[in-house]
Nanobody
Framework: QVQLVESGGGLVQAGGSLRLSCAAS????????MGWYRQAPGKQRERVAT????????YTDSVKGRFTISRDNAPKNMVYLQMNSLKPEDTAVYYC?????????WGQGTQVTVSS
C-alpha cells in the first residue's frame, strides 16, 4: 500500500503559477506510473499528467507547454506538478495517483482555483 498526500493548491490569478506536491508514505521507486488528475465541478475526473519510473512523461493536450510533472524517487518520494500560465479553466480539485502493480491509489485532493 501507499498513502498519498497532496499540497500546494490555492487561489491564483490567471497567468500565475502554482506547484503541487504529492508526498508518498513509502518509496515510489518501484511504482511505474504516477500522475496527476483533476476534477472540475460537474465534470468527470481527467488525467492531467503522468510520469513513469524512468521519467517518461505524458500530458493532456490542454496543459502541454504549461505544466511539468516530475518525481523524486528517493529519498523524498515525491511527485510534483509545476503549473504555469494558469487559466480559469484549470480550476479543479487535483489528485495525485499511483498505479502500483495494477492497484490504484489516490490522494485526498487539493483545490486549485484560478480567477480571471
Amino acid at each position: 500500500q501507499v498513502q498519498l498526500v497532496e499540497s500546494g493548491g490555492g487561489l491564483v490569478q490567471a497567468g500565475g503559477s502554482l506547484r503541487l506536491s504529492c508526498a508518498a508514505s513509502r518509496s515510489i521507486f518501484s511504482i511505474n506510473a504516477m500522475g496527476w488528475y483533476r476534477q472540475a465541478p460537474g465534470k468527470q475526473r481527467e488525467r492531467v499528467a503522468t510520469i513513469t519510473r524512468g521519467g517518461t512523461t505524458g500530458y493532456t493536450d490542454s496543459v502541454k507547454g504549461r505544466f511539468t510533472i516530475s518525481r523524486d524517487n528517493a529519498p523524498k518520494n515525491m511527485v510534483y506538478l509545476q503549473m504555469n500560465s494558469l487559466k480559469p479553466e484549470d480550476t479543479a480539485v487535483y489528485y495525485c495517483h499511483a498505479d502500483a502493480a495494477g492497484t490504484d491509489y489516490w490522494g485526498q485532493g487539493t483545490q486549485v482555483t484560478v480567477s480571471s
